[in-house]
């Protein structure tokens, strides 16, 4: 089929696309127009997106001791003590 320059196919006919000024009046099926668009604008074709996920290598925290332990008696009234420091304890000499 041929159509005019700078046109587009419509069903009433082939039409300049800016102006829509009809070019060729010629019955055209809506199959027909809707095929060349989409041979003119094709979609998209989606690729398989692969998924950037690698196994790792567990690691080891280091936050934590790995092994527990009972706390001695000291360590426990340390913590349980309120912060109280006299002056001369925090000069630095």
């Known amino acids: ?9 419509t069903l009433t006919g082939w039409v300049h696309p800016t102006s829509g000024e009809l070019l060729k009046s010629q019955k055209l099926s ?10 003119r604008n094709p979609k998209p074709v989606k690729k398989a997106v692969k998924p950037d996920w690698r196994p790792h290598t567990p690691r080891t925290l280091h936050e934590a001791p790995a092994v527990e332990r009972e706390i001695t008696e000291e360590e426990k009234t340390w913590h349980e003590s309120p912060a109280t420091f006299a002056p001369q304890e925090l000069k630095e000499d």
């Open 1 to 9: 089929m041929s159509a005019p320059k700078n046109s587009v196919p």
């Open 30 to 39: 809506p199959a027909f127009v809707a095929e060349w668009h989409e041979a």
